[in-house]
């Protein structure tokens, strides 16, 4: 799409992710377009960088949410007070700087357990989201159990994790198709 805000083309691309079958989205841009296709299609998405589950009451499962607010005043701040310094930062869900909306109800109890329960691992440090063993798409471990997949690892992958079953180009776009083992079996019918 080249461009994080321009609903038309989200929602020219969802639609063309429908045509192909997706019966669940998820978004790397700014708009609701996508969360308001899968609404009027039947089908669930997930928003990004806020809750946007009111444009989409039965389709939103849950969002990605950028929390960087207090991260900019902070900065401003010791700009100000010329105490300001480059670094790298890689603050997550544990320094408050990224979340998740609530879930929807139809997600099954023990997936929302699940999720709820991992977001306190993350934050407590008990785990991590890149924690081993992780293997690629060809079974080959690229994180032995008990490591983490490093920062500058993460910028450098070039390989999908396990259980990605195809790679599909539409229109210069990357499609990715999932497959979930734990919940492949589940009913999520939001009627």
Request: aromatic residues 8%.
């Amino acid at each position: 799409m080249q461009n994080r805000y321009d609903p038309a083309k989200e929602r020219e691309a969802a639609q063309a992710l429908v045509n192909l079958g997706a019966d669940v989205l998820t978004q790397h841009t700014d708009s609701i377009a996508p969360i308001q296709l899968a609404e009027e299609k039947g089908i669930y998405a997930f928003g990004y960088n806020t809750d946007m589950s009111r444009f989409g009451a039965k389709a939103h499962l849950t969002s990605a949410i950028n929390k960087w607010g207090k991260f900019y005043i902070d900065k401003a701040l010791a700009v100000i007070n010329g105490t300001w310094k480059s670094e790298e930062v890689w603050y997550g869900i544990a320094q408050g700087m990224v979340d998740i909306s609530p879930l929807n109800p139809v997600v099954p109890q023990d997936v929302q357990q699940l999720v709820i329960r991992k977001r306190e691992e993350f934050i407590s440090g008990v785990a991590h989201p890149f924690d081993g063993a992780v293997k690629d798409q060809n079974g080959v471990v690229r994180v032995p159990k008990g490591q983490v997949l490093g920062d500058k690892e993460q910028l450098a992958m070039d390989w999908y994790v396990e259980e990605i079953e195809e790679v599909k180009t539409i229109q210069n776009s990357r499609i990715r198709s999932f497959k979930i083992e734990d919940v492949s079996d589940r009913d999520f019918n939001p009627d």
